[in-house]
C-alpha cells in the first residue's frame, strides 16, 4: 500500500498536470450607458449596445447612468439576449436618489449569490457577490462593485468623492483580505492625486486597491495616457439623444479596480496580464472622436460608429481566471477507520482501491469538477481489498472526485483519468 506522504506527492502532480482543464476565464466589461432610460426604447441605442456586445462577448457587465426601473429589462431582452453570444439575465433593479446601476450576467459562465446597495449621498455603490463552481467543493466568490462617483472639477466635487469611496471603504471592512473584490465604474477623477483616489490606493481604505495596468498620473488630456483615455467618444455633440460631454478623447474617467487578492491570485481568481483594456481605443483618437480618422484600428467601423451612439463615455474591459485551490479540495478524507476509498496505479492503471474492514453495501459516486455526477454504482464489499476500474466508467479525461458511502460514513479521494 502507497504511504499516505506518495499519495499526496502523486495528487500534486496530478493535479498539475489537469489543472487546465478546471480553469475558466470570464471577461468583465464596465459601462456608462449615458442616462438610458425607457423614454429611449423607440431610439437605435440598444441595437449598438448589442452590436459592442457581440464584439466584445462579456460574461459580466455593469452599467450606471440607467435612468428608470424599464431600462435593465429592455436592455436584457433587446440587446444582450439578441447578441447571439450567451444567454444573460441581470441582478435586481434598485431605485436610488439619482442615476442608478445594474449588473448583466451569462448565466453559462457564473452565478449571483446576492446582492446590497452601499449607500452615498450623491448614487449608491451596488454589490454583487457572484460565485462559480471551480471544482467538487471549492467555488470562487468575487465581490463585484459598480460606483458612479460626483462629477465635476470643484474642490466640493473631490471631497465627495473622498466622501463616496471612505463609504465604500467603510463597507467592505468586514470582508477579509483574502476576498475578491474588483470595483469599477465613472469615477471622474482627473489625477491619481486627488484624495479619494489616494484613500483607494493607499493605507486609508480597508482593502487597498491597484490599477491592473499600473498606469498612473495625471489623466486629463495628456497624451502619455492616451491609450487608456474612456472620455469623451465625441468631439462634437451628437444630434441623435442624450447629450454627454465633447472634446474626444482625453480622460481617463472610467476603471476597473482590483484588490490583492485579484491581483496575485491567492483565491481561486486572477487579473489576466495584459487583458486590461479601454475599449475601442486604439490610442490613434486623443482629442478626437472614435469615429474620426484615421479608421479605427483595434474595433471594425461599425463598432466605432456603436461606441459613438451608445454613450460618450468608452467601456472599460479585463479578464479574470478563476481556478482551483487546494481549500475545500482533500485528496483524501474519511470520517471513519471502517473503510478507505484511495487512487492508486495497479499494473499500470488508475485505479480506484477499496480497503473494507467489515462487509456490507457501499455507494460509489463520481463526479466531475462541476459537480455534475457522471457515475453512480452499487457494490456489496466483503473484508479485505478491493479494486474499481475506473475504465469501464467511460469518463473523459479530467480530474474527478469518487465519494464512497455506507450508510452515513464516508470515504473520498480525487483522482485523474
Same mark, same amino acid.
Given at each position: 500500500?502507497?504511504?499516505?506522504?506518495?499519495?499526496?506527492?502523486?495528487?500534486?502532480?496530478?493535479?498539475?498536470?489537469?489543472?487546465?482543464?478546471?480553469?475558466? +476565464?470570464?471577461?468583465?466589461?464596465?459601462?456608462?450607458?449615458?442616462?438610458?432610460? $425607457?423614454?429611449?426604447?423607440?431610439?437605435?441605442?440598444?441595437?449598438?449596445?448589442?452590436?459592442?456586445?457581440? !464584439?466584445?462577448?462579456?460574461?459580466?457587465?455593469?452599467?450606471?447612468?440607467?435612468? *428608470?426601473?424599464?431600462?435593465?429589462?429592455?436592455?436584457?431582452? #433587446?440587446?444582450?439576449?439578441?447578441?447571439?453570444?450567451?444567454? /444573460?439575465?441581470?441582478? $435586481?433593479?434598485?431605485?436610488?436618489?439619482?442615476?442608478?446601476?445594474?449588473?448583466? /450576467?451569462?448565466?453559462?459562465?457564473?452565478?449571483?449569490?446576492?446582492?446590497?446597495?452601499?449607500?452615498? =449621498?450623491?448614487?449608491?455603490?451596488?454589490?454583487?457577490?457572484?460565485?462559480? &463552481?471551480?471544482?467538487?467543493? *471549492?467555488?470562487?466568490f468575487l465581490y463585484f462593485h459598480m460606483a458612479h462617483l460626483k462629477a465635476g472639477s470643484l474642490t466640493s466635487d @473631490?471631497?465627495?468623492?473622498?466622501? @463616496?469611496?471612505?463609504?465604500?471603504?467603510?463597507?467592505?471592512?468586514?470582508?477579509?483580505?483574502?476576498?475578491?473584490?474588483?470595483?469599477?465604474? *465613472?469615477?471622474?477623477?482627473?489625477?491619481?492625486?486627488?484624495?479619494?483616489?489616494?484613500?483607494? +490606493?493607499? #493605507?486609508?481604505?480597508?482593502?487597498?486597491? /491597484? *490599477?491592473?495596468?499600473?498606469?498612473?498620473?495625471?489623466?486629463?488630456n495628456n497624451s502619455a495616457f492616451s491609450q487608456v483615455h474612456t472620455q469623451s467618444t465625441r468631439s462634437s455633440a451628437?444630434?441623435?439623444?442624450?447629450?454627454? $460631454?465633447?472634446?474626444?478623447? %482625453?480622460?481617463?474617467?472610467?476603471?476597473?479596480? &482590483?484588490?490583492?487578492?485579484?491581483?496575485?491570485? +491567492?483565491?481561486?481568481?486572477? /487579473?489576466?496580464?495584459?487583458?486590461?483594456?479601454?475599449?475601442?481605443? %486604439?490610442?490613434?483618437?486623443?482629442?478626437?472622436?472614435?469615429?474620426? $480618422?484615421?479608421?479605427?484600428? =483595434?474595433?471594425?467601423?461599425? &463598432?466605432?460608429?456603436?461606441?459613438?451612439?451608445?454613450?460618450?463615455?468608452?467601456? =472599460?474591459?479585463?479578464?479574470?481566471?478563476?481556478?482551483?485551490?487546494?481549500?475545500?479540495?482533500?485528496?483524501? @478524507?474519511?470520517?471513519?477507520?471502517?473503510?478507505?476509498? @484511495?487512487?492508486?496505479?495497479?499494473?499500470?492503471?488508475?485505479?480506484?482501491?477499496?480497503?473494507?474492514?467489515?462487509?456490507?453495501?457501499?455507494?460509489?459516486?463520481?463526479?466531475?469538477?462541476?459537480?455534475?455526477? =457522471?457515475?453512480?454504482?452499487?457494490?456489496?464489499?466483503?473484508?479485505?481489498?478491493? +479494486?474499481?476500474?475506473?475504465?469501464?466508467? !467511460?469518463?473523459?479525461?479530467?480530474?474527478?472526485?469518487? %465519494?464512497?458511502?455506507?450508510?452515513?460514513?464516508?470515504?473520498?479521494?480525487?483522482?485523474? !483519468?
Amino acid at each position: 500500500m502507497l504511504k499516505i506522504r506518495n499519495i499526496c506527492i502523486l495528487f500534486t502532480l496530478l493535479f498539475g498536470n489537469f489543472l487546465s482543464l478546471a480553469q475558466d +476565464t470570464i471577461s468583465i466589461m464596465s459601462y456608462n450607458l449615458l442616462n438610458y432610460g $425607457a423614454t429611449w426604447a423607440n431610439s437605435d441605442r440598444y441595437k449598438d449596445l448589442r452590436t459592442i456586445i457581440q !464584439h466584445s462577448k462579456p460574461d459580466v457587465m455593469m452599467v450606471c447612468e440607467l435612468e *428608470d426601473s424599464q431600462a435593465p429589462q429592455y436592455l436584457l431582452d #433587446s440587446a444582450f439576449n439578441k447578441a447571439g453570444v450567451g444567454t /444573460y439575465t441581470r441582478a $435586481a433593479f434598485f431605485d436610488g436618489t439619482d442615476t442608478d446601476n445594474m449588473l448583466f /450576467y451569462n448565466i453559462s459562465k457564473i452565478g449571483l449569490r446576492s446582492q446590497k446597495q452601499i449607500y452615498t =449621498v450623491l448614487r449608491d455603490i451596488s454589490q454583487y457577490k457572484l460565485f462559480k &463552481v471551480v471544482a467538487p467543493g *471549492d467555488t470562487a466568490f468575487l465581490y463585484f462593485h459598480m460606483a458612479h462617483l460626483k462629477a465635476g472639477s470643484l474642490t466640493s466635487d @473631490e471631497t465627495q468623492r473622498n466622501s @463616496e469611496i471612505s463609504a465604500f471603504c467603510s463597507n467592505i471592512a468586514s470582508l477579509s483580505q483574502n476576498s475578491n473584490i474588483p470595483l469599477a465604474g *465613472d469615477f471622474n477623477f482627473k489625477p491619481s492625486t486627488e484624495p479619494g483616489f489616494a484613500k483607494l +490606493t493607499g #493605507s486609508g481604505c480597508s482593502h487597498t486597491f /491597484y *490599477d491592473p495596468i499600473n498606469q498612473i498620473g495625471l489623466w486629463n488630456n495628456n497624451s502619455a495616457f492616451s491609450q487608456v483615455h474612456t472620455q469623451s467618444t465625441r468631439s462634437s455633440a451628437n444630434a441623435g439623444c442624450c447629450g454627454g $460631454a465633447t472634446g474626444g478623447l %482625453d480622460d481617463r474617467f472610467d476603471f476597473i479596480m &482590483v484588490n490583492n487578492a485579484l491581483l496575485s491570485g +491567492t483565491n481561486k481568481a486572477r /487579473y489576466v496580464l495584459g487583458s486590461y483594456k479601454a475599449f475601442g481605443n %486604439d490610442n490613434l483618437h486623443m482629442n478626437k472622436a472614435i469615429t474620426d $480618422a484615421p479608421a479605427n484600428a =483595434v474595433v471594425p467601423a461599425g &463598432v466605432a460608429q456603436a461606441l459613438f451612439n451608445m454613450s460618450d463615455h468608452l467601456p =472599460v474591459y479585463m479578464k479574470i481566471e478563476l481556478k482551483p485551490s487546494f481549500v475545500g479540495i482533500k485528496e483524501l @478524507e474519511s470520517n471513519n477507520s471502517e473503510f478507505t476509498i @484511495e487512487n492508486k496505479i495497479v499494473n499500470g492503471e488508475r485505479t480506484l482501491v477499496v480497503s473494507v474492514l467489515k462487509e456490507g453495501n457501499f455507494k460509489l459516486t463520481i463526479t466531475d469538477l462541476t459537480g455534475k455526477t =457522471v457515475f453512480h454504482g452499487n457494490y456489496y464489499f466483503k473484508s479485505g481489498q478491493h +479494486t474499481i476500474n475506473t475504465e469501464l466508467m !467511460h469518463l473523459s479525461e479530467g480530474l474527478y472526485q469518487a %465519494d464512497l458511502k455506507k450508510d452515513t460514513s464516508f470515504s473520498r479521494c480525487l483522482f485523474s !483519468h
